[in-house]
T-cell receptor, first 113, second 111 residues
Framework: QQQVKQSPQSLIVQKGGISIINCAYE??????FPWYQQFPGKGPALLIAIRPDVSEKKEGRFTISFNKSAKQFSLHIMDSQPGDSATYFC????????????FGQGTTLQVKP | AAGVIQSPRHLIKEKRETATLKCYPI?????VYWYQQGPGQDPQFLISFYEKMQSDKGSIPDRFSAQQFSDYHSELNMSSLELGDSALYFC??????????FGPGTRLTVT
């Protein structure tokens, strides 16, 4: 059973457009929600993360929106660039539970020039 | 800035052989995590160590074992390798218990 569900599975966006990836979770004990970017054959790189006490966090072109009541969070990539083409994973963890990450299934993003 | 170091980067083994993967966490990080990522899949948690003690265990086969040493580096030992063990193995380290920084991974191929 996938504890963190991610959609869409793949996404094609034009250069300069907005990429939006969504995640939903069931376990209300999760208290940390990071997003990772992964290029083929490379390790996941931490992009941005949010705690449930805020509804939005922005770092450069990347924004996380968090809806605690709906148990959903999303990643927005503004002004998407071809270099953003990668696989994006949302994840969730519980601090008091050793912090192991539970990942979503991943979204393959292609940004067309 | 120093990153997580993993070795070897690539490993080819035959069925029933043994493999040892090594991980050197970011300096001063006290927690190490191991994840397995199959082709086209998300990383799956295997095991973690906090201050050299096993802190959590996930879907890790009994054929696998791991430990963290006094210098905080960790090793994942895999015995009786099966074809299905072919995957990318990532080590991640953390100081805060939240942010995890991943290494470049070890690609294990079992033939």
């Amino acid at each position: 059973q996938q504890q963190v569900k991610q959609s869409p599975q793949s996404l094609i966006v034009q250069k300069g457009g907005i990429s939006i990836i969504n995640c939903a979770y069931e376990n209300t004990a999760f208290d940390y929600f990071p997003w990772y970017q992964q290029f083929p054959g490379k390790g996941p790189a931490l992009l941005i993360a949010i705690r449930p006490d805020v509804s939005e966090k922005k770092e450069g072109r990347f924004t996380i929106s968090f809806n605690k009541s709906a148990k959903q969070f999303s990643l927005h990539i503004m002004d998407s660039q071809p270099g953003d083409s990668a696989t994006y994973f949302c994840a969730a963890s519980i601090y008091g539970n050793t912090g192991k990450l539970i990942f979503g299934q991943g979204t393959t993003l292609q940004v067309k020039p | 800035a120093a990153g997580v170091i993993q070795s070897p980067r690539h490993l080819i083994k035959e069925k029933r052989e043994t493999a040892t993967l090594k991980c050197y966490p970011i300096p001063r990080h006290d927690t190490v995590y191991w994840y397995q990522q199959g082709p086209g899949q998300d990383p799956q948690f295997l095991i973690s160590f906090y201050e050299k003690m096993q802190s959590d265990k996930g879907s890790i086969p009994d054929r696998f074992s791991a430990q963290q040493f006094s210098d905080y580096h960790s090793e994942l030992n895999m015995s009786s390798l099966e074809l299905g063990d072919s995957a990318l193995y990532f080590c991640a380290s953390s100081l805060t218990g939240y942010e995890q920084y991943f290494g470049p991974g070890t690609r294990l191929t079992v033939t």
